[in-house]
T-cell receptor
Framework: DTGVSQDPRHKITKRGQNVTFRCDPI?????LYWYRQTLGQGPEFLTY????????KSRLLSDRFSAERPKGSFSTLEIQRTEQGDSAMYLC???????????FGPGTRLTVL | DQQVKQNSPSLSVQEGRISILNCDYTNSMFDYFLWYKKYPAEGPTFLIS?????DKNEDGRFTVFLNKSAKHLSLHIVPSQPGDSAVYFC??????????FGPGTSLSVIP
């Protein structure tokens, strides 16, 4: 296990469609984070998990967004009824504990047409 | 309300000279500060960090300085190399919370 992986790397979809992204963290990492980054901005926190428990959700995470980490390993982020404003880079990160450095994956770039 | 600010969107430096990237924060509860580096089409990569109990941390060509009274930190890269050209994110956190990122500074090191 060499790092955090994300799939797909790129996704182009039409407005109104649903999309799902997957993140595989470093295997011994208990914490998993989702961030969103738009052009000219730093990553913005969306949500995080401690094992399978979702402990915090940002107000950026509207009702159309849902994240899961069913077995405390990989995580999925689903966006329903995508809008053009959802176009961004979606980043996943993991860390072994709360006070540790977060290691980021390469991101999934979403383009909503 | 932007808790971590990087007021310079871009910076150009000649190869071999010093690069100084600045960052300001507003939340006095932050106790850990980090710098991440990001190349296009990649995720951010951790570069260097500093605890609030220190005022300097050095790692090779990279040094981070923290001025808690001014709520200011800076990243010094010396000597700068063309491979250092990237976007640098300043970030901060409390011990048990998520990382808050600044908007980033795009560094160009000119050969």
């Amino acid at each position: 296990d060499t790092g955090v992986s994300q799939d797909p790397r790129h996704k182009i979809t039409k407005r109104g469609q649903n999309v799902t992204f997957r993140c595989d963290p470093i295997s011994e990492h208990n914490r998993l984070y989702w961030y969103r980054q738009t052009l000219g901005q730093g990553p913005e926190f969306l949500t995080y998990f401690q094992n399978e428990a979702q402990l915090e959700k940002s107000r950026l995470l509207s009702d159309r967004f849902s994240a899961e980490r069913p077995k405390g390993s990989f995580s999925t982020l689903e966006i329903q009824r995508t809008e053009q404003g959802d176009s961004a880079m979606y980043l996943c990160a993991s860390s072994p504990t709360s006070g540790s450095i977060e290691v980021f994956g390469p991101g999934t770039r979403l383009t909503v047409l | 309300d932007q808790q971590v600010k990087q007021n310079s969107p871009s910076l150009s430096v000649q190869e071999g000279r010093i690069s100084i990237l600045n960052c300001d924060y507003t939340n006095s509860m932050f106790d850990y500060f980090l710098w991440y580096k990001k190349y296009p089409a990649e995720g951010p990569t951790f570069l260097i960090s500093i605890s609030s109990i220190k005022d300097k941390n050095e790692d090779g060509r990279f040094t981070v300085f923290l001025n808690k009274s001014a709520k200011h930190l800076s990243l010094h890269i010396v000597p700068s190399q063309p491979g250092d050209s990237a976007v640098y994110f300043c970030a901060a956190k409390t011990s048990y919370d998520k990382v808050i990122f600044g908007p980033g500074t795009s560094l160009s090191v000119i050969p």
